[in-house]
């Protein structure tokens, strides 16, 4: 049985892996309270949740407590879903039952403006108080895949254990990437949405899943840092751990606007979080895609030992493209060694022209030559690019060649070369997408254009190589 | 009736809509000589097509004819799929066979080197000699959607009719890129590989494209231009007429050094080829899906009157992100109208900031609030972020609210504010971006992130400034 979580005093642990739950909020009409209860129970939490709502009566099959204070043990989280007004009522009673951890889902504090801000420094000042932890307001929590806990509902595929951490701000912005991660092929150890970080941060966390032993990877999609002095201070402990990931928003004085007004943060200048995640060994994303396809390479590659990309490509326009890329983000694509070139000649026709890009073009070599190539001393790392017409595909198959016998074994070509990173872009019909995905399996990353396979490859040697 | 193509005397007419087509290398084996043939004839063009093979014989129910000079009238375009050292004695035949246009398909030329350059050299010499037009060698040839002709296998749906042409020079990248547009929402009038562009260049298209009726934008990807000097002028008055969007590989010496052993190409400074695309009012892509991205916004949405960007969005994050991006790409991202601020605050639930981003959050009035925003006479163009856990989505389905009930009927928005460029993103689930997609219908670009989407309308901005 693999670890669920840190070490059992850790306290951040009980927000993950709680023994039993106050739900208070829990509602009869549709909505977060109405849904969260019978999603817990269908994760098999039923035995351990508690639901609380001065309305009483039942709700799923589960008794209704009109009090906090009545919930028996043990509970050691709370998760409040109630409007902004009634949450100091609920948090004090929270309090006299002795429960330390509570997450606060309702909107409606900082984000708001003034009077929301004056609320949300109520409630600060009574959980300081009461010696409460809080995650939230303005969030929907956290997600731990291994004991599949959940403070908010989900589909069940997203709920597919893996190695990738995630801490969002935004709670819907965090439900829409557990709803998109899985069908990129990412899956996912823990996630949290911190909200307004009334008291909870995203540095708090990093430390959390630098110790966690089911995240080999973390994303983190910040606004602004909650206080940068300890952003700066943790970052380097934690990313000579593993890759911590980055799309911060706020680039621009509009973007930090639009930020102030979100999640009440305060984003500072661009320019001095470009240098403090540099400085501090994070990989920081441009775009919210870019942010994926880090996401996809880092968890399933190993860390280059260079940066000498082979490209091997069905169209030498894609390898062009795929050099020129590769080139301008830092990596070098090296002329093939003398034994590769002789090997390859052998089997190349006369027409190809055997270097780096090497293009195959149609002579169907590609299940002797990948393997040439990403065996090659001068070559670190290989990005495969497959590009063949989609009439040809299916002229190939009616005489019996499939995908698999014009590309190759890429899973196994893969295992037989663990050590070196593989990246694979496939330009076409979506049907050759999804038949090269499935040839590729779940250890190679398949982009549907080369220029993002290349940058994510350089993502990754250059946090190699700042990690020393 | 359309008019399928430019007047009856351009010289590049018989290319795309030829009387009659000798095919030379009609084959029995699978290949293009055994492919081209049957799909010409499915597509209806059996009784203007005229397979030629020394074996003579029958292909498809087709005689084959032995020799060039054999074949009957009318014939004014010859098909050339020979090997390379077949070509200069074939193109002798077409000659005394008083055929003037030929699309010579074979590989075998400047691309494989110097023994290769120089056959091409011979080619050349002899087309000029006999006063042909020359498109080739190493490529495709073309595909004319209106008549459903084209010298090269494709997928039925690629031939579906639109407004988008394309120029590219390998024959690869030419396929599987019409294997990919239809499935990205965009059709082809017409479409160009140019291979080693022996005669026929990019900028002869282009000006052959500028007058064709059925193109509205046209997509070139570009190794190195044949001829920079007529480039640069021809381009000028070809971005008046309708955008060019331009895909340049060749940026890096790696890159270019890809190129030259791939059609030939010399690609020059890169510097030199962005300041001419500049300076000519093209539209550069920075990668191949951006290419896509900007195609597809410059083929559905109108010029806008200014660079004021509206953005409505469910997930703020979300909308920072867009916000960030429109900001760093040139556009504004202003304050509402007074007037559009009092109607949304007259509908708008109290935690909601009216302001530009709009953050919608869970407040389901996006049906009432996009076509205000869309009208606001601050704004010159909206991006809507549509974002949805798809839980909700299930449960908002349980009580009889689908997405159109949820977003509002996007596409009759659309119709009632036809003059400015309306873009959507959706980040998810795979199937809200296919509910959304069929909401948002064939006239708006749908994004799965925000900032290709605000890079796209930037761009299609700039395009109509830099015209003027």
Same mark, same amino acid.
């Given at each position: ?23 208070? &909020?829990?509602?009869?009409?549709? &909505? ?30 589960? $008794? ?7 919930? /028996? ?13 009634? *949450? ?8 006299? %039952? ?14 708001? &403006? ?8 109520? *409630? ?62 990412? #899956?996912?150890?823990?996630? *949290? ?10 540095? +708090?966390?990093? +430390? ?17 840092? #909650? ?22 928003? &706020? ?8 930020? #102030? ?35 996809? *390479?880092?968890?399933?590659? $190993?860390?280059? %030992?260079?940066? %000498? ?27 093939? =060694? ?9 089997? #190349? ?17 590609? /299940? ?6 990403? @065996? ?18 299916? @002229? ?21 070369? $663990?050590?070196? /990173? ?20 779940? =250890? ?5 254009? $080369? ?18």
């Amino acid at each position: 049985m693999p670890q669920l979580s840190n070490s059992l005093d850790h306290p951040l642990r009980p927000f993950f892996d709680p023994r039993g739950i106050a739900l208070v &909020g829990a509602r009869h009409s549709l &909505g977060f309270g109405y849904g969260i209860p019978l999603y817990l129970q269908k994760q098999g939490w039923g035995n351990r949740l508690f639901l609380v709502n001065p309305a009483g009566g039942e709700l799923h099959g589960h $008794p209704v407590y009109t009090r906090v204070q009545d919930v /028996p043990d043990p509970v050691d989280l709370a998760i409040v879903i109630v409007p902004a007004k009634a *949450v100091l009522q609920v948090l004090q009673e929270v309090g006299e %039952r002795g429960i330390t951890r509570v997450i606060i889902e309702s909107a409606g504090f900082a984000e708001t &403006g003034e009077e929301g801000k004056a609320l949300q420094a109520e *409630v600060r000042t009574l959980a300081v108080r009461l010696g409460m932890r809080v995650i939230g307001p303005n969030c929907v929590g956290v997600v731990n895949t291994a004991n599949r806990f959940a403070s908010v509902e989900l589909l069940d595929e997203s709920l597919t254990p893996g190695p990738l951490a995630i801490i969002a701000q935004s709670g819907v912005f965090g439900n829409i990437l557990l709803d998109r991660l899985p069908h990129c092929g990412l #899956a996912i150890s823990k996630a *949290v949405t911190l909200g307004n970080r009334l008291d909870v941060d995203e540095t +708090e966390i990093l +430390e959390y899943l630098q110790d966690d032993p089911l995240t080999r990877v973390i994303v983190l999609y910040l606004e602004g840092a #909650a206080h940068g002095r300890r952003l700066r201070a943790v970052l380097p402990q934690v990313t000579a751990q593993k890759p911590v990931l980055i799309l911060k928003s &706020g680039r621009t004085p509009i973007g930090r606007q639009a930020t #102030a007004s979100h999640t009440g943060s305060l984003s500072g200048e661009d320019a001095l979080y470009s240098a403090l995640f540099q400085q501090t060994g994070a990989v920081r994303a441009d775009s919210l895609s870019q942010l994926i396809d880090l996401a996809r *390479v880092f968890t399933t590659q $190993p860390r280059p %030992r260079g940066n %000498r990309l082979g490209i091997i490509t069905t169209s030498g326009s894609l390898g062009a493209l795929a050099a020129d890329t590769a080139e301008s983000s830092g990596l070098k694509v090296p002329p093939l =060694s003398q034994q590769t070139v002789v090997e390859a000649r052998d089997l #190349a026709p006369d027409w190809m022209n055997v270097k780096n890009p090497l293009d195959l073009g149609p002579s169907g070599h590609f /299940p002797r030559l990948l393997p040439l190539i990403l @065996s090659d001393p001068n070559v670190d790392m290989v990005l495969a690019v497959m590009a063949i017409p989609y009439v040809a595909v299916k @002229s190939l198959r009616t005489v019996g060649i499939g995908v698999k016998e014009w590309f190759g074994d890429i899973e196994a070509v893969r295992r037989q070369t $663990p050590e070196k /990173p593989l990246a694979v872009a496939v330009v076409g019909h979506p049907e050759l997408v999804e038949e090269i995905t499935a040839l590729a399996g779940p =250890s190679i990353p398949v982009f549907t254009t $080369p220029e993002p396979a290349a940058r994510a490859l350089a993502a990754l040697w250059d946090y190699g190589k700042r990690r020393g």
